[in-house]
C-alpha cells in the first residue's frame, strides 16, 4: 500500500498538530487530544471554492491527511467518509426539505422526497413526503428511501389527473406501503450483519397543499404542523401519532406529560412493511382560513419541539417564502438540541403560490 | 521458487464476523475471519483424494521423512518395525514426481535415502529402493531433533519446489543437544518448509513435539501405541500432498492509532499469532500460517481502536492473504475482509456478543485450561488443578467439543459436566494424559 501524502486540502498546514515524519509524511501517532471531526458532509458551497486536491483523489474529511480508499475509508485513520445520504437537500421551489444523519446514528435512515405539479384546472399543487426507517428492523435505510419515492411518485401522477387530493394521498401512501413490503422478498446485502431480521419498516407523513386545500395523510410517529405566517393566530399538530403514548392518552389512561416520559412513549403501533398487522393510512384535510405553512418531519426533530407553539418559535417568521432556509434552520434547531435521532424536515407554504412564483 | 502453475492454485475467500457496534467509549473490536480455499488443481477434494491429480500435474513439492532412530527405538522391538512400515506407507502414499528423502535422526542425522545431499524422485523404483533402504535402519544412539531439521532444511531447499515439508517421528526426549541448540534450529527453518511432529509411545516432551509443530506450521500428535503409525503416517502424507501453495501469510493492515491486541489461528486449532508478525509496509504486518490445500480455518483478531463519537464509522483492520515471492515482492490472493466498528448508543447494539467470536473465546480459554490445569497437576496443587480441569470440563461441555470432553473424562472424573465440578482421577495412564495435553489446542467450529 502506497504511503498516503500529507496534502492540505487548500494549502494550509494539515490540521493535526504533530508532524508526520519527513521521510513518508505519514502521521505516525495522533494528537493526544482527538481530532476534531467534522459531523457532517462540509457544506457543499464550501467545497467547491478550494482547489481540489489533485486528480482524482479524495482526501479524508477526518484527518485531512489520508486518502480515500476503494471502499471509502481513509487509508490512515480508517474513518468512514460521509455518505450521500448522510446529509441532503432538495429545493423544488416553492417546497424545501433538508435531512441529517444527526449527532448519534451512524447513518441516516430518513428519506424524503418533494415536488411541484398541476390540477386539471392549472392550478399548483405541492407535495411532501417524509419518512422514517424503523431501527430495530432490516435495512431501514432502503425502507424509508423507497416508501419515500413510491409516495412521492404517485402523487405526481394521481394529481394531475383530478385525483382529489386526499384520495391522492391515502393511495400514495398504499403504493408507499407496496415498495417496503417488496423489499422483504429481497435478500439482504452481505454487509447487513444486523443483530435483527425483521422485515424492513418505516413511518410515513405527506401533505399536498393547494390553492384553497390542505392534505396530509400518515402512518406511524412522523408529523405534520401547521405554522400560520401571522403568529397571533394558533399553531396546531395536523396527526395522530401511532405511538404506545398516543394510544394511552386516546385511551385516557395517561395524560400527555406521562405518557411521554415513559420509556415505551416511541413505540409505534402503526408502519409500512411486510410485517405491519393491517395498513391504516390516516387522512384528513383542512382549508385554512389565512396562509401559513405546514412543518412535514420525523421525530428526529419534533422531539425537540413537540408542542405545536414550540414548533412555531422555531419556524423562522419568513418561512412561507424561504422553506430551504426553514429547514435547515429547524434541522439545525434538533442538532442543537442533541441530535439524537436522524432529522429530516420539508416546509411547504400555504396556499400554494402560483407557478414560477416559488421563492428565490 | 514459487512456480506452481496456475491451475494449481486455490481459490481464496474470506468472511468476516463480528459486532461491529461499540459503546460510546467503546475501544475494542472483535471479529473471526474464516478462510476458505477450494478448487486447486485436483478433482474433488485434495485432502480426502490426492490421487485424483492428473499424472504431472500436481504440485511440485519435496517432502523428507524424520525418522527416531535412537536407541530407545528397539524397546520394544516393535518400535522400530512399525516406525519403518510406517514410513513405507508414507512413501507408498507420495505422488510420482515428488522429490523426497529419508532421514535417521540419533544425536546427528543420516541421510538414509537416496544420500549424497540430495533428492530422489518418486516413482515405482524409487519408492522400491526408499523401502529397501529402510530396512537398514537400526536403533542406536542419542536424540539431538535440531541436527535432523538442519540436514531437512538442506536436502528439501536443493529442489526448485513449491510445496516443502517434513514429518517427524520421535520417541523420546531432546537429550543430547541443548534446548537453545533446538530453539536455533527451529528460527533457521521457520518459513523454509512446513513439519508434522509425532511422538510415539510415552517417553516424549509434549511441549517439544508441539513445540516443533508450532514453530514449523504443521500438526502434532501422539501415537501412543506404535501399531497405529502407519495409518497415521499415511493421512499426513495424504494431506501433505493435498498442499497446493505454500509460505501464505495473513497480512493485517491497522489504521493511524489502532494497536492490535491478538491475532490467532482458533481453528482447526488455536495457535499465538501476534508475536509471528512481520511488518509488510506502513501500519500492515504479515501473519504466517503456513501452506494450504482445499480447507478452511479461522482467525480471531482483536485491535484496539481509538474512540470516537457516536454515530462515527471507522476500518479497524482490512485483513488479505499474500505469498511472498523471490524477488521480494508478494502475491495478492485476492481474499479480503474488513473489519469494522460503528459507534451507537443503541444499547441492544453494543452489548450483543457475535456468536463466532463469543465460541472461539471460550475454545481459546478450553485450551489454556487444560494446559494449565495439567501443569498444576505435574507441580502437586491438586485444587489448583481441579478448578482448572473442571472449567475446562464445563468449556468443552457447553461449546460440543466432544472429542476434548472425551479425553477430560480420562484424567478427571466429571461430576457435572454444565457447572464445571470434577475430581481429578487418583491413577491415570500416562498416554491419556499426554493425548490430552497434546490435543488440548483442537477447536470445533460453531455450530451453525
Sequence with gaps: ?360 | MANFSKSNVPQFSMDVYQNEYLPEGGREVNAIVTVTATGGGTIGSAVAAPHLYAPGQGPSAAVAIMVDCSGSMDYPPTKMRNARDATAAAIDTLRDGVHFAVVGGTHMAKEVYPGGGRLAVADATTRDQAKQALRKLSAGGGTAIGTWLRLTDRLLSSADVAIRHGILLTDGRNEHESPENLKAALDSCAGRFTCDARGVGTDWEVKEVTGIASVLLGSADIVADPAGLAVDFTQMMETAMGKEVADVALRVWTPVGTTIRFVKQVAPTVEELTDRRTEAGPRAGDYPTGSWGDESRDYHVCVEVPSADLGREMLAARVSLVVPQPDGTTQNLGAQGLVRAVWTDDMVASTSINPQVAHYTGQAELAQAIQQGLDLRKSGDVDGATAKLGRAVQLASASGNADTAKLLAKVVDVVDAAAGTVRLKAKVAEADEMTLETRSTKTVRVKK
Excluded at chain 1, 508532524?19 to 467547491?48: I, K, M, N, W
Excluded at chain 1, 401512501?173 to 452481505?190: F, G, K, R, W, Y
Excluded at chain 1, 413537540?306 to 434547531?333: C, F
Design chain 1, 1 to 360: 500500500m502506497p504511503p498516503a501524502p500529507a496534502l492540505a486540502p487548500d494549502g494550509n498546514d494539515v490540521p493535526t498538530g504533530s508532524p508526520g515524519s519527513p521521510a513518508t509524511g505519514v502521521q505516525f501517532h495522533r494528537p493526544p487530544e482527538p481530532d476534531e471531526y467534522p459531523l457532517q458532509a462540509p457544506d457543499p458551497r464550501v467545497v467547491t471554492d478550494r482547489p481540489p486536491p489533485a486528480e482524482g483523489i479524495k482526501l479524508c474529511v477526518a484527518c485531512r491527511a489520508g486518502r480515500v480508499d476503494s471502499d471509502g475509508y481513509c487509508e490512515t485513520c480508517g474513518h468512514a467518509q460521509p455518505r450521500e445520504r448522510d446529509h441532503m437537500e432538495h429545493d423544488a421551489g416553492p417546497v424545501a426539505a433538508v435531512s441529517d444523519r444527526g449527532l448519534r446514528h451512524h447513518r441516516n435512515e430518513d428519506a424524503f422526497s418533494v415536488g411541484c405539479t398541476a390540477l386539471p384546472d392549472g392550478s399548483p399543487a405541492v407535495l411532501a413526503i417524509v419518512c422514517d426507517g424503523v431501527s430495530s428492523a432490516t435495512r431501514p435505510d432502503e425502507a424509508s428511501l423507497a416508501a419515500s419515492r413510491a409516495a412521492g411518485e404517485s402523487l405526481l401522477a394521481a394529481l394531475p389527473r383530478g385525483t382529489h387530493p386526499q384520495q391522492a394521498m391515502h393511495e400514495a401512501i398504499i403504493a408507499a406501503s407496496h415498495a417496503v413490503n417488496a423489499l422483504a422478498d429481497e435478500p439482504a446485502t452481505a454487509r447487513e450483519h444486523a443483530p435483527h431480521q425483521n422485515a424492513p419498516a418505516c413511518t410515513i407523513v405527506g401533505s399536498v397543499v393547494t390553492a384553497g386545500l390542505l392534505v396530509v395523510g400518515w402512518v406511524g410517529d412522523s408529523r405534520a404542523y401547521w405554522i400560520p405566517v401571522d403568529r397571533s393566530s394558533p399553531p396546531a399538530r395536523l396527526t395522530e401519532d401511532d405511538s404506545w403514548a398516543a394510544q394511552m392518552v386516546a385511551a385516557g389512561l395517561m395524560n400527555e406529560a406521562e405518557a411521554y416520559a415513559d420509556e415505551r412513549a416511541h413505540a409505534i403501533t402503526g408502519w409500512l412493511g411486510a410485517d405491519a398487522y393491517e395498513l391504516e393510512p390516516h387522512t384528513a384535510s383542512f382549508k385554512p382560513d389565512r396562509p401559513g405553512v405546514v412543518v412535514v418531519c420525523t421525530d428526529g426533530l419534533w422531539n425537540y419541539a413537540e408542542a405545536a407553539g414550540e414548533m412555531a418559535e422555531a419556524v423562522p417568521l419568513d418561512a412561507a417564502v424561504r422553506p430551504l432556509h426553514s429547514a435547515r434552520v429547524l434541522v439545525g434547531h434538533a442538532l442543537d438540541g442533541g441530535g439524537h435521532d436522524n432529522v429530516t424536515v420539508a416546509v411547504l407554504p400555504f396556499p400554494a403560490p402560483p407557478m414560477g412564483a416559488g421563492s428565490a
